[in-house]
């Protein structure tokens, strides 16, 4: 079974510029997540989509942060424009919807804004 | 709201030997599920290990095993047998049991080294 894939890897931009990360999560996996993992902290979760809808967003800074998810399955998160706090790695996350708990996760991309 | 707190940010421990990593969390729900994930430099996070919060017996995965104390809101991992390969960033995390977001809420982690 193939994993989750996120792209690209490493990710170098200015401040004010934009940005965009691309998940597709296991096949069949009905909900995605995007983590933001700041250097030193835990993930904190950014939005979360059940199918194409959104679940929760409550923790997505809303005017610079964006988020969709074509068709349910492969999703884009974009921050337009960046900001240096916005320097971490992004990590995309899949399960299924059986309420199991186990969340599968991505190799991450890691952003640096200077 | 939730918290989860790890409070070692740093251990190591010798091949073969045995290691406990500790995290405790608060909360005033009382459906819900714990879970130890395993970050090595590859930056992956992998499941270790999840508990139930209704079971009252710790989860055990072949050498990782839990200490769950729900009173104490503590939730330990133990190593056994620690291998070169258990080297990583490990963190606690907590899930409420809900019918909508199932976010994790994660510790800040403790670097875990296994010395040869």
């Known amino acids: 079974e193939a994993g989750v894939a996120q792209s690209p890897r490493y990710k170098i931009i200015e401040k004010r510029q934009s940005v965009a990360f691309w998940c597709n999560p296991i096949?069949?996996?009905?909900?995605l997540y995007w983590y933001q993992q700041i250097l030193g902290q835990g993930p904190k979760l950014l939005i979360q989509?059940?199918?194409?809808?959104?679940?929760?967003d409550s923790q997505l800074p809303k005017d610079r942060f964006s988020a969709e998810r074509l068709k349910g399955v492969d999703s884009t998160l974009k921050i337009q424009p960046a900001k240096l706090e916005d320097s971490a790695v992004y990590l995309c996350?899949?399960?299924?919807?059986?309420?199991?708990?186990?969340?599968?996760f991505g190799p991450g991309t890691r952003l640096t804004v200077t | 709201a939730q918290t989860v707190t790890q409070s070692q940010p740093e251990m190591s421990v010798q091949e073969a030997e045995t290691v406990t990593l500790s995290c405790t969390y608060d909360?005033?729900?009382?459906?819900?599920?714990l879970f130890w994930y395993k970050q090595p430099p590859s930056r992956q996070m992998i499941l270790v290990i999840r508990?139930?919060?209704?079971?009252?017996q710790n989860a055990t995965e072949n050498r990782f095993s839990v200490n769950f104390q729900k009173a104490a809101k503590s939730f330990s991992l133990k190593i056994s047998d620690s291998q070169l390969g258990d080297t990583a960033m490990y963190f606690c995390?907590?899930?409420?049991?809900?019918?909508?977001?199932?976010?994790?809420?994660f510790g800040t982690g403790t670097r875990l080294q296994v010395f040869p």
């Open positions: 989509f059940q199918n194409n809808g959104v679940v929760d």
């Open positions: 096949s069949g996996h009905a909900t």
């Open positions: 508990q139930e919060a209704y079971k009252q």
């Open positions: 996350a899949s399960s299924l919807r059986d309420w199991q708990g186990e969340q599968y």
């Open positions: 995390a907590f899930m409420k049991q809900q019918w909508s977001s199932d976010k994790l809420i």
């Open positions: 909360t005033s729900e009382n459906n819900y599920y």
